[in-house]
């Protein structure tokens, strides 16, 4: 089960905005994907959390666009989760251009564990919490992206 989580794709056309790159909502839409496809590897899909009737909700959103994406650009996305308190968990994602080896963006989103049926934050049970690794050093996140292809 991978601490850290990348996702590899190729920038599509329909990414591109009118000023010729990719559009900010993408990297959004990107970094949800991303982070349904870790819990998802780490043993808790979607489904799963139906199941108990409790699932992540986004509470804030932060990107910081270092360098402009290019339609058929490769990309590299990594997603961790960086901690835990009893309701929320922020998780830390890394976009990495792997022709030249730029940081596209970085971002962070905290996510808030709900009760499904009233939205309400709940305890995050210790079967969730445990899926999942923390991961803190920032270094091991630059060494992944600058190891990746």
């Not at 990719?22 to 990297?27: G, I, K, Q, T």
């Not at 590897?41 to 992540?56: H, S, T």
């Not at 996305?77 to 922020?90: E, I, K, M, Q, Y």
Request: some cysteine; aromatic content about 12%.
């Amino acid at each position: 089960m991978p601490r850290i989580f990348t996702q590899r794709f190729r920038v599509p056309e329909e990414a591109i905005d009118a000023l010729g790159h990719v559009n900010n909502l993408r990297y959004l839409g990107w970094m949800q994907d991303v982070a349904i496809q870790h819990s998802a590897a780490q043993g808790w899909p979607l489904e799963r959390y139906v199941e108990i009737g409790q699932g992540w909700v986004v509470r804030s959103h932060f990107i910081k666009y270092v360098r402009p994406a290019f339609a058929g650009e490769q990309i590299s996305l990594f997603t961790w989760v960086a901690g835990f308190s009893p309701r929320s968990s922020p998780r830390k994602y890394l976009f990495w251009r792997a022709a030249d080896r730029q940081v596209l963006a970085e971002a962070e989103t905290m996510w808030v564990f709900v009760d499904l049926k009233t939205g309400h934050p709940c305890h995050l049970p210790e079967t969730v919490r445990a899926a999942f690794e923390i991961v803190d050093d920032p270094d091991e996140i630059t060494r992944l992206a600058r190891a990746a292809p």
